[in-house]
C-alpha cells in the first residue's frame, strides 16, 4: 500500500479502487460504438479546425487562427483526460501492489 500511496498519490484503499474503476470505465468507453463515435467526432473537428488554420490569412484572421486553435486544444484536452485515466490505472495494476480483479 504504501508504494501505491508514493507512486500515485492515493490516500486509502477506496480511493484506489475508485480510480481503477473509473479507469475500467474509461477503456470500456473507448471500445463501445459510443464511444468511438465520440472519438470519431473529435477527430473531425479538429481536422475541421486544422482546414480553418490552412486557409486563414495570418494577418487578417487572427480572431478566426485564435478560435481554431482553442477549439482544437478543448478537444485534445477532453480525450487526454479519459486516456490518463486509463495509463494510471493501467500502471497501477503493472505496479503489482493492486489485484488484478478490476483490471482496466
Avoid at 22 to 50: D, N, P, T, W
Avoid at 54 to 66: F, H, N, S
Avoid at 75 to 104: C, F, H, Y
Wanted: net charge negative; aromatic share 6%.
Amino acid at each position: 500500500m504504501a508504494s501505491t500511496e508514493l507512486e500515485f498519490g492515493f490516500a486509502d484503499d477506496r480511493e484506489i479502487y475508485a480510480r481503477l474503476s473509473l479507469a475500467k470505465e474509461a477503456h470500456e468507453f473507448f471500445k463501445s460504438s459510443i464511444g468511438m463515435y465520440v472519438l470519431g467526432c473529435a477527430e473531425q473537428e479538429i481536422r475541421k479546425a486544422i482546414g480553418v488554420l490552412l486557409e486563414a490569412d495570418p494577418v487578417r484572421d487572427v480572431d478566426k487562427i485564435a478560435k481554431a486553435q482553442e477549439r482544437i486544444k478543448i478537444v485534445r484536452l477532453s480525450i487526454d483526460w479519459l486516456n490518463e485515466l486509463v495509463s494510471t490505472g493501467e500502471a497501477m495494476l503493472q505496479a503489482g501492489s493492486i489485484s488484478k480483479d478490476i483490471e482496466p
